[in-house]
Every structure is written in structure tokens, then in C-alpha cells.
């Protein structure tokens, strides 16, 4: 991938950073050297007669650069020289041998400015060689190209590998996932240019194929569907099982052993890469025997826990840690500036991003990828067959800052270099590598429900229900005119949540006695999840108007909401939407209530009602397809989790040597079809690596998931 040659541009760039560095590390030597002068009596960096502070700074950088330069030039023939000599007494002619090179550097120094007696010159040598070292590493382990020279060296592979070196030696593939950067938001990248990397391979021939997600457009449904080939009954990110009593919650490690272990049983295999594979930075392990940063994985106990030991196996290299520390710093004073910026500009939308936040980001963005992308070039380096790992830095930012923005493109220009930095390194693999790149979803942009109608979705849901609201929902409804077409709406619908239902002939309907119940109210980015946990069954449309007879049309009615699906005694599931739109699920098509949210609507609706864990009430947020807004149930100004413009298109972008995802005029729909393509990537590259025949036991299958201890419950069940 990619060509691997510097053009002249990149030839500059790169002796401008090395310039660069040795300016600073010459700089901090130089103030070092003037410390040590001021605190040793017995060094020296003026004449006699003493000289001004600007003389006596020249002098120290003319002695810091000729040091510098004979430790450079002078210091590897000498330990070349000295290979023979027993290690004890070579460790005790290092600190003579560097003692006497700056003792010449001092000689080097017109009219005799710099003087040392040998004991003190030992000591500023000792102390001039860390603090240049030191420098010298937190320089260049922050940049790209002396860390890819430094896995070089490591590996013992300082060229890139040639055609003869690998005869009849097959391919593997890297699958890098770009967690939530959506179709559209790649082909806006490559087109403004924040992406060469991608966009050259663009050029070179990649196919790059949209895809639609589920109704569920989230990481937990779609990794699932992707690395085992099933995300059957995952309605949302978050759900509630009524006949467990448990709350699943797809980024809890308790809840993503669970869901991996059900995907198992379903189809009988362990996964995308249960042949020599790498799982790297995922939810799930796709049946990976290497492992680093798996959610699923983080539900066992003990010290055999290979996930997390991928931090420090990677913080175990001081130049790793030096590397991330410096980039982690940083990250956290980039967001708290852009936080700052945004507020004094009073841009809209916006949620709070105080708090532990930057840290959360700088983590997401900086300690995750670093771990990721190591362990990545780690696995190329090794020729593993098949490794896929997921970059999740967009998506965080996105949901915070927005998916389109100033804040976003510098992630995306940070993610391209990470793709540059990980194609180049499998230039040196011992096997050649086809690199894939895909998402996993979009991110739609859009205030919240809370901002944009001054409640949430729990308030209305309460208040449909007869349960006590906050004082300031109460306000809204009492609130009059002056406000838009929208916000009338809203309050209409708020009215009649209140206990003022509306009988056909639209006078105020009797209130009817509603037994307690407390609903228990989910939100996954746009899609809202209504249960009702003291009733052990999915609630018809039917039961659920006689206890709260204000609740369905309240949610369906109000202008925020895009349609509500509910089961049905009579009808077995129908949609609702304003206006009294009713719509059987059995009779339910892209037109109609759905025709807003595009082609697919219908069928993931319906694929969606029928698992079992569906919710009580399934509730989408509207979507505006001339804005392409929507409005989330959380804190999330770009969203995803349900239908509504670009979070439910991401990319599959491939080599051209791997065959077409999908025919001429064909969809890619789906993450199992996704899982389909991918499983005969590999096929095509290696023979096959998942299973042909489901052939393990249930018992089998589940000995393939990565847990041998015992699992950790999830917090707040």
C-alpha cells in the first residue's frame, strides 16, 4: 500500500524536522551548560576578567556544539574501537572518554573562555549527554518518520521489502476501522485534501463502496455483525432484557462477552479471525488468539488478561511512553482551547465538554491509537494472516465537536497519518499486506432533543405517564406564543402528555386511572428504547393505552420525533407518526412515515421488531434530509444509533487486487453481508481462515470465546 518513496517535498520536510530538532537539542544543551557553570566552581565559560551574560551564552553554545558534534562523530569510532574491552571496565572508560571529549570541546573555544578541572568535566559530560538524549527522544519519538525508523531498527529490517524475498508467499490483510467516519465524511476528506494517503489510493484504483447499517447504526451491532457474522437481537447500544432483568450496554465488558458468546452459538465459529489472527482496539475478539484492548476481553480476571496487558507491553518501552505522554499533553490543551473557542464564539450547537472530558479525548485519541496502531505493525512485522483493529479518535471527537468541522479534520488529518505510517511499515513486513479500510457507521450532525424542545425524552415519557416532570417542563406547557411552528408543536404534544388526551371528536378526553409504573427510558444517539419492566412480556399498543392513554400519541405527535413502533394485538406491530399515521409492519415500506430516512428504512424496522429483546416502544428521532439534522436523546451534538442521513452509510474501501464487494447495481447491505465480504477477502488471499462448514458443538463454540475465568459483572445492573 502505497508507494513507499519520498518525493522531494518529503525529502525537505523530513531534513527540516531533523533540523529542527538539533536546533532545540543545541538549545538545551546550551541553557544546561550555562546551569552547570553557574553551580560548579570549578567550570568555567568566561575569560578572566569576566564577560557579559551575551558573551558567556555564545561561548557555552560554541562548547555545547563542538561537544555535540565530537559526541556525534567522535564517540561511535571510539566504541567501535573498544568492542574487545571487557564490559566493567568499558562502563568505567565511558564517563573518562566523555569527560575528555568535552574537555577538547572547551579547547575548541577561542581565548580560552572554557576551563574545567577533569573531575568536574566528567561530571557536566554525564550530566550534558542525558539532558541532550532526553531531549533528543521526546523529540523524535513525537514524530512519524523516526518512529517508523526506530520499529525498523528493532526489527532488524531497514529496507523495505523486496520482490524476491517472498517467492509464492501469500498475502495477508489488515482491516482498519475508522470508527464512525461515515461515506460521506471520507469523500469530503479526500476531496478538501486532509487525507492524501487515502485519497492516492483512491487514485491507485480502491474501490470505495457504501454500505447500510442496521436500524441499530452503532459500533456494538455493527463490529458484532462484522467480525462474527451475526448481530441478531441487538436493538440499540444500550437495552433492557425483560426475562434476564439485565441492562446490556455494548461498551461494558460484561455485556460484550455475552453478546460475542450468543453470536457463537448462532452461527458456530468463532469469528473473522480465528486463523492466526489479530484483534486489536475491538469490542470483540472475531475469534482472535492475539489480543490487545478487546472489550470482550475485559471481563476476565487475572493476570492472564492479554487485552490489557497491550498497554504495557507498549508502556513498557520508555520511548512508547515518552512518545504518548508528549502527544496526550497535548491533546488535552488542543481540546480544552477548541472548548474555549467554541463558547466564546457562542457556536450551535453545543454540549458541555468540561469535566474529565479532554481526558477522555486524549485518551481516545492519543493513548488507544498509539496502542493500536503499535500493536498493528507489530502483527505485519510478525506476518500474521489476517489482523483488524478499530481507530475509534473521530467518533469521539465527532460526538462532542460535531461530525463536520475544524475540530474533526484535524482528527481526520491524524488518522491518515496513522494509515501512511502503517502502510509504509508493511513495506519491511516479511509477507506483502492488503490494507482495507471501512467504518462501521456514520455520525449525523444535530442538536439535542433537550436543547432543541427544552426536555427529554425520559420528561416526556414521565409526563405521558402520569409520573412527576421537573418544574421546568411543567413551564413549557404553559408557555404561549411567540414561538416557532415546531415549538407549538411541541407544547401540543407536551399538553396532552399531561393527562389531556384527545378523543376523535377533539374534545378533552377523561383521564383514565393509570396503575404505578416506572419506565425505564434508554437512549442510543437518536433512538429511543420505552420498557416497562414490571410487565414480563413485549407491552401491545393496546395494554399500553389502557394504562397510559396519553403516552403513544404524545411520542408519536410531537415534531421531534420521526415515528414510534410498538406491537400490536391487532395489527401484530404498527408504526406511528404524526398526523394519526398508522402503519402495520407487515404493510410498511419505504414511502409513507419512513420515506424521510431513504431507501432500507422499511426493511431494518422490520428485521428489528422481531427480536426478541426489542423494546416496549422503539422511538426515532426526526431527520431533516435538507439539513441533515437529527436530534439525539444524549449529550451528543453528532450522533448515531438509529436512521437519519450519514450515520447509517459507511465505506468499504479495498484494493483493487480483492474482488468487487457486490455486483453491478447491488447493495452492500448490512454488517453480516459485511461479514460475508470480508470472510471471502480472506479466502481469496489465503486460503480459507474462518471455518467453511459449521461444524464445532454449541459447547465447542463457546470454548472459542476468550474467557477462562470468571466474568466480571457490569456496574449500575
Known amino acids: 500500500m502505497g508507494d513507499g518513496r519520498w518525493g522531494g517535498a518529503d525529502r525537505w520536510r523530513s531534513a527540516g524536522r531533523a533540523l529542527g530538532r538539533v536546533i532545540v537539542v543545541w538549545a538545551v544543551s546550551t541553557l544546561t551548560m550555562l546551569v552547570l557553570a553557574g553551580l560548579l566552581p570549578d567550570f568555567e565559560l568566561q575569560s578572566t576578567g569576566g564577560d557579559t551574560f551575551t558573551r558567556t551564552a555564545l561561548t557555552a553554545a560554541a562548547a555545547a556544539g563542538a561537544f555535540g558534534l565530537l559526541s556525534a562523530l567522535v564517540w561511535p569510532v571510539i566504541v567501535r574501537g573498544l568492542l574487545l574491552v571487557p564490559a566493567l571496565v568499558l562502563g568505567l572508560l565511558v564517563f573518562f572518554l566523555n569527560g575528555s571529549m568535552l574537555l577538547v570541546a572547551l579547547w575548541l573555544i577561542p581565548d580560552g573562555r572554557g576551563t574545567a578541572n577533569p ?3 566528567v561530571v557536566v559530560a554525564a550530566v550534558m549527554s542525558a539532558v541532550a538524549s532526553a ?74 463502496t457504501p454500505w447500510r447499517t442496521d436500524w441499530s447504526s452503532q459500533t456494538g451491532a455493527s463490529q458484532l455483525g462484522i467480525l462474527h457474522g451475526s448481530n441478531e437481537d441487538v436493538p ?96 488535552c490543551g488542543r481540546e480544552m482551547f477548541q472548548s474555549t473557542r467554541a463558547l466564546l464564539r457562542r457556536e450551535t450547537p453545543r454540549v458541555s465538554r468540561g469535566g474529565t472530558y479532554p481526558f477522555v479525548r486524549a485518551f481516545a485519541t492519543v493513548v ?31 460526538h462532542h465537536s460535531g461530525p463536520h468541522g475544524r475540530d474533526t479534520d484535524q482528527v481526520l488529518r491524524r488518522l491518515d497519518r496513522s494509515i501512511a505510517l502503517i502502510a509504509t511499515v ?74 389531556r ?44 393505552d389502557r394504562r397510559h392513554p396519553a403516552l403513544l400519541r404524545a411520542l408519536a405527535h410531537h415534531p421531534g420525533i420521526g415515528f414510534v413502533l410498538v406491537a400490536s394485538a391487532e395489527h401484530g406491530s404498527v408504526v406511528l407518526a404524526r398526523d394519526g399515521v398508522e402503519v402495520p409492519v407487515a404493510d410498511l415500506d419505504d414511502g409513507g412515515p419512513l420515506a424521510v430516512f431513504g431507501r432500507g428504512a422499511a426493511r431494518a424496522v422490520r428485521r428489528t421488531d422481531g427480536f426478541p429483546h426489542v423494546a416496549d416502544i422503539m ?65 481469496e488471499c489465503s486460503g480459507p481462515q474462518v471455518p467453511l462448514e459449521i461444524s464445532p458443538s454449541t459447547d465447542e463454540s463457546e470454548s472459542l470465546l476468550p474467557v477462562d ?4 459483572q457490569d456496574k449500575n445492573r
Open 709 to 712: 475465568g470468571p466474568v466480571t
Open 119 to 121: 573531575e568536574t568535566a
Open 368 to 398: 488507544e491509537r498509539d496502542v493500536v496502531v503499535s500493536a498493528v505493525m507489530g502483527d505485519m512485522l510478525a506476518g500474521r494472516t489476517a489482523v483488524y483493529a478499530d481507530l475509534v479518535a473521530y467518533d469521539e471527537v465527532a
Open 236 to 331: 440499540a447500544f444500550r437495552w433492557y432484557e425483560k426475562d434476564t432483568g439485565r441492562l446490556m450496554v455494548s461498551n461494558r465488558p460484561a455485556s460484550a462477552v455475552e453478546l460475542q458468546r450468543r453470536a457463537v452459538h448462532r452461527t458456530g465459529d468463532g469469528g473473522l479471525l480465528t486463523v492466526d489472527g489479530a484483534s486489536r482496539g475491538n469490542l470483540f475478539s472475531g475469534g482472535a488468539d492475539q489480543l490487545a484492548l478487546v472489550l470482550s476481553m475485559a471481563a476476565r480476571r487475572g493476570p492472564r488478561n492479554r487485552s490489557r496487558a497491550g498497554y504495557f507491553a507498549y508502556f513498557s518501552d520508555p520511548a512508547n511512553a515518552v512518545r504518548t505522554a508528549g502527544s496526550l499533553v497535548a491533546e
Open 501 to 544: 388526551p384527545v378523543d376523535e371528536t377533539g374534545e378533552t378526553a377523561k383521564e383514565l386511572p393509570a396503575r404505578p409504573s416506572e419506565p425505564l427510558v434508554l437512549a442510543s444517539g437518536n433512538l429511543g428504547l420505552i420498557s416497562f419492566p414490571d410487565v414480563p412480556h413485549r407491552m401491545t399498543r393496546e395494554e399500553i
Open 135 to 208: 531531549t533528543s527522544t521526546a523529540l523524535a519519538v513525537r514524530d512519524d518518520d523516526a518512529y517508523r525508523r526506530r520499529i525498523y531498527r528493532l526489527t532488524g529490517r531497514t529496507r523495505p521489502r523486496g520482490p524476491d524475498e517472498v517467492p509464492g508467499q501469500v498475502p495477508g490483510t489488515v482491516f482498519l476501522q475508522l470508527d464512525g467516519v461515515g461515506h460521506y465524511v471520507l469523500r469530503r476528506a479526500v476531496a478538501d485534501g486532509l487525507m492524501p494517503t487515502v485519497a492516492s489510493w483512491i487514485d491507485a484504483g480502491h474501490r470505495l
Open 619 to 683: 422511538v426515532n428521532s426526526m431527520y431533516d434530509p435538507a439539513t441533515g439534522t437529527v436530534h439525539a436523546f444524549e449529550e451528543q451534538i453528532g450522533s448515531h444509533g438509529g436512521l437519519g442521513g450519514e450515520q447509517s452509510h459507511p465505506f468499504l474501501l479495498s484494493p483493487p487486487e480483492l474482488s468487487p464487494p457486490v455486483g453491478p447495481g447491488e447493495e452492500l447491505v448490512g454488517a453480516e453481508q459485511v461479514h460475508r465480504v470480508l470472510r471471502r477477502w480472506l479466502r
Open 426 to 499: 508493511a513495506e519491511h513486513a516479511p509477507r506483502p499486506y492488503r490494507i482495507v479500510l471501512l467504518s462501521d457507521h456514520g455520525q449525523s450532525p444535530g442538536e439535542t432533543f433537550e436543547g432543541a424542545y427544552g426536555l427529554t425524552l425520559k420528561d416526556l415519557v414521565r409526563a405521558g405517564c402520569g409520573l412527576p416532570v421537573p418544574r421546568r417542563v411543567r413551564r413549557i406547557r404553559t408557555e404561549s406564543g411567540g414561538g416557532s411552528e415546531a415549538r407549538d408543536a411541541a407544547r401540543d404534544a407536551l399538553r396532552l402528555a399531561l393527562h
